[in-house]
Each structure stands twice: as C-alpha cells, then as structure tokens.
C-alpha cells in the first residue's frame, strides 16, 4: 500500500480512541485530527513526487549517485530543521 494512503486507514481507529476518552471529544479535536491525516498524506504525495521527479532531471550515467546524494540531503534536511526552528524562535 502507498505511504500517502495510509494516514486515512488510521483515522477510524483515531475517532474510536477520542471517543473513549470524553475530554477529547469536541468538533474541534476531530477537525484537528482530519487536517493532521490530510497534512500527512500530502507531505507523503509531495515526497515521492520530488523523490521520483529527481530522478529523471539527472543523465543516466550519474542517476543513481545524485539521486543518492539528494535523498541524503533530504534527510539532513530532516534532521536540521528542528534545530534550525528553535534558533529562530529563540532570538
């Protein structure tokens, strides 16, 4: 099953467990959790449209290592932008 698909499969499971929980069920809590899977499903479209147009914008004879080299940038990416938020807010 497609990544992008699968934040929808967890929305049932999500109102059941807001549903137990009585100081959660309000319409605004459910607006969160729909906007949060809709967010999620299309952070997953996104990525593997970059992840799939990069790989043919490159010639043939340096696919793989640039495609390589941007999927390593993409997660150093990841992994820097926390930091890089908590700089900014803190000035």
């Known amino acids: 099953m497609p990544g992008g ?4 499969l967890r929305v049932p499971n999500v109102m059941k467990r ?6 959660f069920v309000s319409v605004y809590g459910i607006a969160m959790v729909v906007v949060a899977m809709i ?4 952070v997953s479209i996104l ?6 147009w990069s790989s043919e914008v490159f010639p043939s004879t340096l696919r793989t290592t640039l495609v390589g080299f941007c999927s ?3 997660r150093v990416g990841s992994m ?3 930091a890089i938020v908590d700089l900014v807010s803190n000035r």
């Open 39 to 42: 967010g999620k499903l299309a």
């Open 47 to 52: 990525f593997s449209f970059a992840y799939f």
């Open 72 to 74: 390593l940038m993409a």
């Open 18 to 23: 807001m549903r137990d929980h009585a100081s």
């Open 80 to 82: 820097a932008a926390p």
């Open 5 to 8: 698909l699968s934040p929808l």
